[in-house]
Nanobody
Framework: VQLVESGGGLVQAGGSLRLSCAAS????????IGWFRQAPGKEREGVSL??????????YYANSVKGRFTISSDNAKNTVYLQMNSLKPEDTAVYYC?????????????????WGQGTQVTVSS
């Protein structure tokens, strides 16, 4: 089982980045997928989460990113994306992709079985 994130980097405030999470080694459609982030000295938090199968239902967005971030998936490519616009310095963190078997996402990171290695996002002011 492998989750590989990419797309992180350094960007100025107001800029955009698109993160990708490429999954392999499991039946992608059977897993809810989540993007989490962790800043230094802070707990890991759910940023945006999406149900499994046909990705039905409304995705979850943390209040801090609503209206700025968009999660999407390409099930044919076993890939989930996180489009991040209007980035702020407080969005600076390591962003992780995670997968949990089941239809529905959970906001608790302990519910997720598989994790990627993380990708650093740094937003300068």
């Amino acid at each position: 089982v492998q989750l590989v994130e990419s797309g992180g980097g350094l960007v100025q405030a107001g800029g955009s980045l698109r993160l990708s999470c490429a999954a392999s080694g499991f039946t992608f459609d059977d897993y809810a997928i989540g993007w989490f982030r962790q800043a230094p000295g802070k707990e890991r938090e759910g940023v945006s989460l999406i149900n499994s199968r046909r990705r039905d239902g409304s995705p979850y967005y943390a209040n801090s990113v609503k209206g700025r971030f968009t999660i999407s998936s390409d099930n044919a490519k076993n890939t989930v994306y996180l489009q991040m616009n209007s980035l702020k310095p407080e969005d600076t963190a390591v962003y992780y992709c995670a997968a949990r078997r089941g239809i529905y996402y959970y906001t608790n990171p302990d519910e997720y079985e598989y994790w990627g290695q993380g990708t650093q996002v740094t937003v300068s002011s």
